[in-house]
């Protein structure tokens, strides 16, 4: 199993920061692809941001200038740097993880539990 466990949510005032951090804990020969997702209140979990074990990133519509993933690998653990944020980045912040297992090589997604942001008009 992998755990992944979220910081960095908080309220915060539009136009303000904040970073997010999750890292990844348990038995696992590698950590794949990471992402974040969001979910705001009646609405679905989307995707916000992806990368890839080697640093290739990819952005939602709603982050793209605004919020930057990034990965310390020797760490297992993957950022989202949030800035500019609007009212309407309020939502859970999810992190997932790509991980092979030990010793099964079995290879799944794990999610974290979410961390709150909330944007302040």
């Known amino acids: 199993q992998v755990q992944l466990v979220e910081s960095g949510g908080g309220l915060v005032q539009a136009g303000g920061s904040l970073r997010l951090s999750c890292v990844a804990s348990?038995?696992?020969?590698?950590?794949?692809?990471m992402a974040w997702y969001r979910q705001a209140p009646g609405k679905q979990r989307d995707v916000v941001a992806t990368?890839?074990?080697?640093?290739?990133?990819t952005y939602g519509d709603s982050a793209k200038g605004r919020f930057t993933i990034s990965r310390d690998n020797a760490k297992n653990t993957v950022y989202l740097q949030m800035s500019s944020l609007e009212p309407e980045d309020t939502a859970v912040y999810y992190c997932?993880?790509?991980?092979?297992?030990?010793?099964?090589?079995?290879?799944?997604?794990?999610w974290g539990q979410g961390t709150q942001v909330t944007v302040s008009a």
């Open positions: 997932a993880a790509h991980a092979t297992l030990l010793p099964s090589s079995y290879a799944y997604w794990a």
């Open positions: 348990g038995r696992f020969a590698s950590i794949n692809d």
């Open positions: 990368i890839t074990n080697s640093g290739s990133t």
